[in-house]
């Protein structure tokens, strides 16, 4: 997606080999125009695989998740990271290991979201090493319900997860794949020399 691959070149900032931060547009501030368009992106991707429901997780999948689910004119439902007061019953949980806290965190949702019979499309703002996506997913399959697809925004191609979950027979499609963050510079997989 071109504009994303622009957005990410100018204002991006290259952190370290392995991180992006891009705050600006996603992860702080939130651009709504660029959000409108990830969400047609998403639904134009996803549009045949008869999504009933979107499944993201706090915080900075919520924008990009509820932008597809209005596209795809789905319900979207967030997992929650700390436990609400009201929420006490009937949860499905998973245990996910944060990438960039480096700590694990028991992920929520509660039961009465998603049924067994929903096609359930995940969407999150970063691929790195797959951790919250499978942890999504593992909340699905507790459901009884199906992951039909998972929708990244941007994968860093060089970490583990895009592999991972592919490998497991996910049907993943990010907007922007990253090959390399090295010399301070964000190198994108389809125009990384060969
Ligand atoms: P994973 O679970 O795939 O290892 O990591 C994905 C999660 O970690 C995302 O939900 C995102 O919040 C965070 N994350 C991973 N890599 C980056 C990064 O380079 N920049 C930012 N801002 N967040 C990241």
């Known amino acids: 997606m071109d504009l994303?691959?622009?957005?990410i070149e100018t204002e991006g900032r290259v952190l370290s080999n392995q991180v992006l931060k891009v705050d600006t547009f996603l992860n702080h501030q939130i651009d709504p125009e660029l959000m409108?368009?990830?969400g047609k992106e998403f639904a134009q991707r996803f549009k045949d695989d008869k999504i009933t429901k979107v499944l993201t997780i706090e915080s900075s999948g919520i924008a990009p998740g509820l932008m597809a689910a209005l596209e795809l004119h789905v319900p979207v439902v967030f997992a929650r990271k700390r436990k609400s007061l009201t929420m006490v019953n009937d949860l499905l949980t998973a245990s996910v290991h944060s990438f960039t806290k480096?700590?694990?965190n028991e992920i929520s949702v509660s039961q009465k979201f998603i049924e067994p019979t929903d096609n359930v499309l995940i969407i999150d703002d970063f691929l790195a090493n797959g951790q919250a996506a499978l942890g999504l997913a593992e909340i699905v399959e507790k459901s009884g319900a199906n992951t039909a697809g998972i929708g990244i925004v941007i994968e860093k191609s060089f970490q583990d997860g895009g592999q991972?979950?592919?490998n497991k027979g996910f049907k993943v499609e990010?907007?922007?794949?990253i090959a390399s963050l090295e010399n301070g510079k964000a190198t994108f997989l389809d125009?990384?020399?060969?």
């Open 36 to 38: 409108v368009e990830i």
């Open 191 to 194: 125009e990384a020399e060969v």
């Open 174 to 177: 990010s907007l922007a794949q």
């Open 4 to 7: 994303l691959k622009r957005k």
């Open 164 to 166: 991972l979950l592919r």
């Open 102 to 104: 480096n700590e694990t």
